[in-house]
């Protein structure tokens, strides 16, 4: 099995930063993409950012120029530093990894989600 553990997230004021962390843990024989999405209260989990094991990344419009998503493959973290920080951003943030698992003589793929961070903003 794999293991999802977010950290970092919190209260922020208005035009802050915060930088959320998530670390897999676990039968990992590789991992192809990490994303974060959030969720809101009353409205659906939307995806904000995605990177990619060759490195690519995408964005959500309304993350664009704002946040920025890396990872160390080493370390099997992924993260993402979020500036200019404003109320729309409030929910919580949820890591999402798509892995590839060791299993026997074989490996399989699979979907793995963290428990999720509160990210608050607000004066």
């Known amino acids: 099995q794999v293991q999802l553990v977010e950290s970092g997230g919190g209260l922020v004021q208005p035009g802050g930063s915060l930088r959320l962390s998530c670390a897999a843990s676990?039968?990992?024989?590789?991992?192809?993409?990490m994303a974060w999405y959030r969720q809101a209260p009353v409205k659906e989990r939307e995806l904000v950012a995605i990177i990619y094991s060759s490195g690519a990344t995408n964005y959500a419009d309304s993350v664009k120029g704002r946040f920025t998503i890396s990872r160390d493959n080493a370390k099997n973290t992924v993260y993402v530093q979020m500036n200019s920080l404003n109320a729309d951003d409030t929910a919580v943030y949820y890591c999402?990894?798509?892995?590839?698992?060791?299993?026997?003589?074989?490996?399989?793929?699979?979907?793995?989600w963290g428990q999720g961070t509160q990210v608050t903003v607000s004066s």
């Open positions: 676990g039968s990992i024989f590789s991992i192809n993409a």
């Open positions: 999402k990894a798509h892995v590839m698992v060791s299993a026997g003589s074989g490996t399989y793929y699979s979907d793995y």
